[in-house]
Nanobody, 125 residues
Framework: QVQLVESGGGLVQAGGSLRLSCATSGRTFSTYNMGWFRQPPGKERDFVAAVSWSSGRIDYADSAKGRFTISRDNAKKMVFLDMNSLKPEDTAVYYC??????????????????WGQGTQVTVSS
């Protein structure tokens, strides 16, 4: 069992930055692939970024490339999403997710097994 708790969301002006954190529980965190998703108001939840258990593979949605950076600290059992040059369209609830199968993070066919409760990010224009 893996429990995920996001933090770091808030209100920021366009062009600003935020760092989201996801704290995890469980002794096997280092074996899980981790990802970030987001759900804008009135829209479906979409993939943002993913990092494999070893950080050997990282993927980003096109909307995140060049502005967002995903990273993980296996010793602290945490994963991070650094977001720069934020835009109003980045406004969403951001969710942390975990799965042993990396493809469940980067493909929309089967959702990841574990989810956090989400943290709100609001970008004002």
């Amino acid at each position: 069992q893996v429990q995920l708790v996001e933090s770091g969301g808030g209100l920021v002006q366009a062009g600003g930055s935020l760092r989201l954190s996801c704290a995890t529980s469980g002794r096997t965190f280092s074996t899980y692939n981790m990802g970030w998703f987001r759900q804008p108001p009135g829209k479906e939840r979409d993939f943002v970024a993913a990092v494999s258990w070893s950080s050997g593979r990282i993927d980003y949605a096109d909307s995140a490339k060049g502005r967002f950076t995903i990273s993980r600290d296996n010793a602290k059992k945490m994963v991070f999403l650094d977001m720069n040059s934020l835009k109003p369209e980045d406004t969403a609830v951001y969710y942390c997710a975990a799965d042993l199968d990396y493809m469940r993070l980067v493909r929309a066919t089967t959702p990841p097994r574990y989810w956090g409760q989400g943290t709100q990010v609001t970008v004002s224009s």
